[in-house]
C-alpha cells in the first residue's frame, strides 16, 4: 500500500504565518540528496516476509533479513548489526533504522488516514493525508533518532533491569519531511495560557492495540510534550510522512508519526491518529511506565509501592551526550606483526548529544582515563537557522599499533557545546535508560595462527540475547565461581577461535601454571586470577 | 551618584511587538519581592572605603568589609564567605553579590549615559539610560549568575591552572530588572540572515579600561552571542538597570549591564556602551583568552602555539549542572555523644544547571558513590512561560550521625531535568572554567574537648590564598614529602586546636606506631601513610 502513494515534491505553498525575521530567512528546504547525496548508501538487499512472523499479527510486512530481533517474535523490535549501521554512513536507509514496537503494526490506509487535532483548540479539525501534506509548508531535514535504551545490554550485564537487551545499534539517521506540528497547532487556534485553561501540554496518540494499561487489551500508545515545546521553532517538530523521500515503512508508522528532534525516540508516536491539546500531561499508561530514570534504589517493587512513575521530575525527553567505538568491531583481530607495527591503526566511531547541541569534542583513552587523544570529527549536518543540531556525528583517531598493544582497553567519550561529557561509571536505574557511560572496548592478546600472535577486541556486550562481549563474559565467570572478585581491567586472554581445542587439550591446563576454564563453550585463561581468587586458586582449579 | 536615581515602577508601556500567543498570556510581571519576599533577608551591613583599595583607580568605590578578595588589591574580584551567602537564602543582597572585574570601576554617570546600537541594524540608535527605562517594557525575573572560575581553586590544588582562586561562593542570586535585549534589538531593525550580510552575532561593549589586547591599555572588555540567543524570547536576555529594586552597585556595572540567564558570568557586560550587530563573533581580546575550556592536554604553551583559543567549540556558554555542599561547613564539628548520635544531622547545600533547565534531582553518598540518598529540594523559583528555570535551588537531608561517623567522606551531586548530571573526578583544563565534579567534604575523628570525640568537617578548599582544606592539606603533605602517594580517601587524622601541641609533645611523636609531622602549622597524623609511602616509612619518619 505504501506503494501506491505518490509523494509530491515539498509543498511550496505560502506559509501559515511566518517569523518577524522569515522573510529575510534563507530557504531553509534543501535538496537533502545534493547536500548529502555523496554518502548516501542506500541500496539493501530487499525486504522478506520473515518466517519468525507467521502467525503473528504482522506476517504480513515484510522486513530486512539482517535486522536483529530483540525481543524474540513479537512484537518486532530490532537493531541492525553495529557494522552494516556504520558502513551506511549519516543516512541510515529506512529497512536497516532501528524500531522499537509495543504491539502489532496497524494496517494503515492513506487515502482514509486521518490525524483528529481536539481538546483546547479553538478550530477542531481532522486532517487527511493529502491535506497535512498539501495544506502545511514541509519542512525537511536529517534527524538522528534514538532509542532510550540504546546500550541498555551493558546495565542489564550488571544487574537486570525492566528494560529488553539493546545494544549499540539502537540509533539510527533519516531524512524526515513533515508538517510542522507548530504550523498544525496555530492553524488550529492552540489556546493560551491564561488561568483555568491553559493550554499547557499537547498529546499524541497512536493507532495500535497494546496490551498496556491494566485493561483488556485495546490500549494505544500515547505520551506528550509541552506546548513549549510543541510550538518552538527553533525544535524542529514534525508530523512526518516521508522518510529519505519515500512514504513511511510500516514499521516506521506509515502513514504518519512525530518526530521530535534530540529527544528520546519513545516520545515520537508512530501511525498518529489524534492530537490533543490538553492542561495536563498525558495519562497514557505508556506515558508514565516508559522513558523514565528513577534513582538507583528504586527498584520495580518500590516504584510501585510510592508511585515513582508518576513524579514529574523523573521523565526524560532530551538525549544524553553519548558516544560508541565502531571499529575495532567486536571479535575483529589485529595482527601483530612487522608490517602493521609501522602503521598506525584507525579507531572510528559514532557521537550524539541531544536538544539540539553540537557534539564539540570526542576523545579516547588508552589509560583508563589518565590522558585522552583528541580525536577527529566528521559533522556532515549542517545547523537548523536557530543553531541546532539534530544528528549525529563521526570521529575517528590513529592510534599506534604499539600503543594499543600496551592497552589493557580503550574507552571514548564526547562533549557537548554545554560542556556536558559522559561519566566513566555506569549509573544503574530500573528502566535503564539513557545509558551513556563511557563506552569501553577490552584489547585482548590472542593468537590468530599458529606462530602469529595479534589482538582482538571485545566491545561490552552483543545486542539481544548472543553471547560475547566482555561484560557477559564476567557475568558468566560470576556465575561459573561467584566469589571471583570482578575485574574490569585485566583481560582474560581467551582465543578467538575456539575450534582449535578439544577437551582433551583443555584438560591439560589444570594446573596453578595455567588453567583454563570452560564457559558457555568458550575457553577461558583463568592462571592470571587464580591469585585474586578470595576463595583461593581452588575455587577455579576444580573448574579447570 | 546612585543615590540619586529615580527608578520608576516597571514601565506598563506597550510593547514593542508581541508573541502570537502574548494576548493571551498571564502578566508575566510579578512583584518579586512578593513572590520571595519570605525568603528575604537583604539587610547587610553599611559599606566602607576599603584601606585595601587605596592608591588603585577604585578608591572612590565602597565595598562590603566581608568580601573576600580573590586577586590581592586590584583589579576587585571577590566572593562572600559560603555561610553568609547561605544565610541569605534565595536572593542575595546586592552588596554581598560577588564580583568579577577586569580593572577600574568605571565613575559613571546616569544622565550622561549612553548605550549606543550600531552594525547590522537599520535605525542605529543611542540611548539615554531614561529611554531604556522609558521606552521598553521592563522584565524583571531572578536570576542566579556564577562566575564559570566558581570552585576552580579545587583545580589549582592539583595542577595550577591560568585562573585565580574561587572558592565555593562564585554564585550569587539577585532580581534583575532591565530591557529585554530582543526588544532593542527588533526596536533597531537588526537585519536579517541572506546572504552577505547575515547579522549573526551580537557583541557588547565595555566602558572599562583594560590592559587586554596587547595594546598600550585602553581595551574594553567585550564578548558576543549569538543572534539566536539574542532574539530567543525564551533567554530573557536583558539589559539590566536594577538590582533588587535599586540601581547597579558600581562593582555591577552600573548603570547598565547585560544579564544573560542560564550562562557563565563572563559573556555579561558589565557598564554597556555598546552593542554591534556583525556578522562574525566578538574580535574583543577577552573573548578570545578567557572562557573557554580547553582538552586536558592543552598548556598555556600550547594554547598560544597552536591558536587553542580561536577554536571556536571550545567557547564556553552554558553553565554546568553543579551542586555545593555547605553545610557541614568547613572546620564545623559536631560532637559524638548520647544525644547527638540519637539525633539527625542535617546536611545543605546549594545546585543550579544551565541555560534554563531545571534541576530534577540532588543525591549524597557517604561511601563513595556506591549508594545514594536521595535529597529534598527546595526550588523557590517559578519557571519562565517559555519553562526555564534561571536560579540555583537548594537541597538538604537528613544523615544518621551514626553513619556521618562511618564515612571517610561525603559527597553530592545533582542532576538536571536533561539527565545530565556530575562528573566523579575533576577534569584538568587550562582555565579551569566549568568545574562541577562531587564537592566532597571530608569527614575526620577530632577531639574537640577533653574526653570528648567529635567530627570535623574539612571542605576540599578555602577561597583565595586561605590556607584550609583537604585538597590544599593534601598539596602541601606532597610538597613536604614529594614520593608520598596521594589518598583521597583515608582522612588524616588532624586535631582543630592546634595550639593545643607544642613541639616537644610534636617530637614524642617520631615513631611507627604514632608518626606526627608539622607542615605550614598544622600537626597531621601520618601513622596510617607509613605503609603507601612509597619511598618506605622512612621517608615519612625523618620528617616526624
Not at 515484510?62 to 548489526?81: A, D, M, Q, V
Not at 541510515?92 to 490506509?109: E, K, M, Q, W
Not at 549499540?168 to 488550529?188: K, M, N
Not at 516508559?290 to 517493587?301: F, I, Q
Amino acid at each position: 500500500m505504501a506503494a501506491s502513494v505518490q509523494l509530491d515534491e515539498p509543498a511550496r505553498t505560502p506559509r501559515v504565518e511566518e517569523e518577524e525575521e522569515a522573510s529575510d530567512d534563507e530557504e531553509e528546504h534543501e535538496e537533502w540528496r545534493e547536500l548529502y547525496g555523496s554518502q548516501l548508501q542506500l541500496e539493501v538487499e530487499p525486504p522478506l516476509h520473515d518466517a519468525r512472523d507467521e502467525g503473528t499479527a504482522d506476517a504480513w510486512t515484510e522486513r530486512n533479513p539482517s535486522l536483529i530481533r530483540l525481543t524474540g517474535k513479537h512484537p518486532f523490535n530490532c537493531e541492525p548489526p553495529l557494522a552494516r549501521l556504520m558502513h551506511h554512513g549519516f543516512i541510515t536507509p529506512a529497512p536497516l533504522h532501528y524500531v522499537r514496537n509495543h504491539g502489532p503494526v496497524p494496517r494503515a490506509d492513506w487515502s482514509s488516514w486521518t490525524v483528529e487535532v481536539s481538546g483546547l483548540v479553538s478550530r477542531p479539525v481532522r486532517l487527511t493525508m493529502d491535506e497535512l501534506v498539501r495544506d502545511f509548508p514541509a519542512a525537511e531535514l536529517p534527524v538522528t533518532l534514538v532509542c532510550a535504551g540504546n546500550r541498555r545490554k551493558e546495565q542489564n550485564m550488571v544487574r537486570q533491569t525492566a528494560g529488553f537487551n539493546w545494544g549499540a545499534a539502537g540509533v539510527s539517521t533519516s531524512v524526515w519531511r513533515g508538517a510542522r506540528l507548530r504550523d498544525v497547532l496555530r492553524r488550529c487556534g492552540i489556546m493560551g495560557l491564561r488561568k483555568g485553561r491553559g493550554a499547557l501540554h499537547v498529546c499524541f496518540v497512536g493507532a495500535e492495540d497494546l496490551p498496556g494499561g491494566g485493561g483488556g487489551g485495546g490500549a494505544k500508545y500515547g505520551t506528550s510534550v509541552t506546548r513549549e515545546w510543541a510550538l518552538d521553532p527553533s525544535r524542529d517538530i514534525m508530523l512526518a510522512y516521508a522518510q529519505n523521500g519515500e512514504p513511511l515503512l510500516p514499521d516506521h508508522g506509515f502513514p504518519v508519526r512525530v518526530i521530535i528532534p534530540g529527544c528520546i525516540g519513545g516520545r515520537m508516536v508512530k501511525w498518529l491518529t489524534r492530537i490533543v491539546v490538553t492542561a495536563a500531561e498525558s495519562d497514557n499508561y505508556y506515558h508514565f511506565k516508559d522513558n523514565r530514570v528513577l534513582p538507583s534504589h528504586v527498584d520495580a517493587e518500590l516504584a510501585d509501592a510510592q508511585a515513582w512513575w508518576y513524579k514529574p521530575e523523573y521523565i526524560i525527553n532530551e538525549l544524553n551526550t553519548n558516544s560508541v567505538i565502531t571499529t575495532p568491531g567486536h571479535d575483529e583481530i589485529l595482527p601483530i606483526n612487522a608490517f602493521t607495527t609501522q602503521r598506525a591503526y584507525t579507531m572510528k566511531g559514532y557521537a550524539y548529544a541531544g536538544g539540539g547541541k553540537k557534539i564539540i569534542r570526542v576523545e579516547v583513552t588508552l589509560d583508563g582515563g589518565e590522558t585522552w587523544m583528541l580525536c577527529t570529527l566528521d559533522i556532515p549536518e549542517k545547523p537548523n537557522k536557530y543553531g541546532r543540531y539534530w544528528c549525529w556525528c563521526f570521529w575517528s583517531v590513529d592510534v599506534e599499533v604499539l600503543d594499543l598493544l600496551g592497552a589493557k582497553e580503550v574507552a571514548v567519550r564526547a562533549w557537548d557545546q554545554a560542556q556536558n561529557t559522559q561519566p566513566e561509571k555506569l549509573i544503574w536505574n530500573l528502566m535503564v535508560c539513557t545509558l551513556h557511560c563511557w563506552f569501553k572496548v577490552k584489547v585482548n592478546v590472542c593468537r590468530p595462527h599458529k606462530r602469529e600472535i595479534g589482538l582482538v577486541f571485545e566491545h561490552p556486550t552483543q545486542p539481544a540475547n548472543q553471547t560475547g562481549g566482555w561484560m557477559a563474559r564476567q557475568k558468566h565467570m560470576e556465575t561459573a565461581a561467584p566469589g571471583l572478585k570482578r575485574s574490569t581491567s585485566t583481560p582474560f586472554i581467551h582465543t578467538t577461535d575456539d575450534k582449535q581445542f578439544t577437551m582433551s587439550e583443555v584438560r591439560k591446563h589444570g594446573s596453578k601454571d595455567s588453567a583454563w576454564i570452560v564457559v558457555h563453550g568458550h575457553v577461558y585463561d583463568c592462571t592470571a586470577f587464580l591469585k585474586d581468587h578470595p576463595g583461593g586458586a581452588d575455587s577455579i582449579l576444580i573448574n579447570a
